[in-house]
């Protein structure tokens, strides 16, 4: 039932730069509301990585990028490291729904 | 710091009603303009969000799950809870509950800043 459109998983080689796209629409991205990421390591619950679109909790280390144009948004991992690997999800507000979040991206390090 | 803590049954018949509570300690429920949210996940699947209450009572639900869903507010104990009818195996599982904060506004929408460690709920014959 999501309605916010990721890959399902990227991979990179530690060190390496990763991006990952959320994809919505005119009723959700689109339409203003502010884009959110989420981090759920393996057995855990998921943890806030950025808030309104580009704003790091305190504690997330500036590896952690995020960005938003249009009907979509993206998230960046520089400097890849091994406990990144894990699901990565965009959340936000849709018009219909109120609380969206996206398919989810698996990050593997290689 | 403020944390959640799920409790509820683990094992559920198809057409039951689940019950599940969220206990929140380390700070009033009342205290900042937040949400208290409901969230599952599908064994090896996406997140969903289920639904979200102010401490007033304003509640906001999924259209998917709407006609099953209540969600209820105990201000005497700082905790809020879910209840969820006609159980069927495509309700299994893991609850989160979260709390939903916003930056600047709240209608530019909330995002979830705090989350319990979730509980397993399986819908079984």
């Known amino acids: 039932q999501s309605v916010l459109t990721q890959p399902p998983s990227v991979s990179g080689a530690p060190g390496q730069r990763v991006t990952i796209s959320c994809t919505g629409s005119?009723?959700?991205?689109?339409?203003?509301?502010?884009v959110h990421w989420y981090q759920q390591l393996p057995g855990t619950s998921p943890k806030l990585l950025i808030y309104?679109?580009?704003n790091r909790p305190s504690g997330v280390p500036d590896r952690f990028s995020a960005s938003k144009s249009g009907t979509s948004a993206s998230l960046a991992i520089t400097g890849l490291q091994a406990e990144d690997e894990g699901d990565y999800y965009c959340?936000?507000?849709?018009?219909?729904?109120?609380?969206?979040f996206g398919t989810g991206t698996r990050v593997s390090v290689l | 710091q403020v944390r959640l803590q799920e409790s509820g049954p683990g094992l559920m018949e198809p057409s039951q009603t689940l019950s599940l509570t969220c206990s929140v300690s380390?700070?009033?429920?009342?205290?900042?303009?937040?949400?208290w949210s409901w969230i599952r996940q599908h064994p090896e699947k996406g997140l969903e969000w289920i639904a979200f209450?102010?401490?007033?009572?304003?509640?906001y639900y999924n259209p998917s799950l709407k006609s099953r869903v209540t969600l209820s507010v105990d201000k005497s104990d700082n905790h809020f809870s879910l209840k969820l009818t006609s159980l069927t195996a495509a309700d299994t599982s893991v609850y989160f509950c979260?709390?939903?904060?916003?930056?600047?506004?709240?209608?530019?929408?909330?995002?979830?800043?705090?989350w319990g460690r979730g509980t397993l709920v399986t819908v079984s014959s």
């Open positions: 979260a709390r939903a904060a916003y930056h600047d506004t709240p209608v530019k929408g909330r995002f979830f800043d705090l």
């Open positions: 380390g700070g009033a429920m009342n205290s900042g303009n937040y949400y």
């Open positions: 209450t102010s401490y007033s009572g304003d509640t």
């Open positions: 005119r009723s959700n991205i689109g339409a203003g509301y502010d």
């Open positions: 309104a679109n580009n």
């Open positions: 959340q936000s507000h849709d018009n219909y729904v109120r609380g969206v």
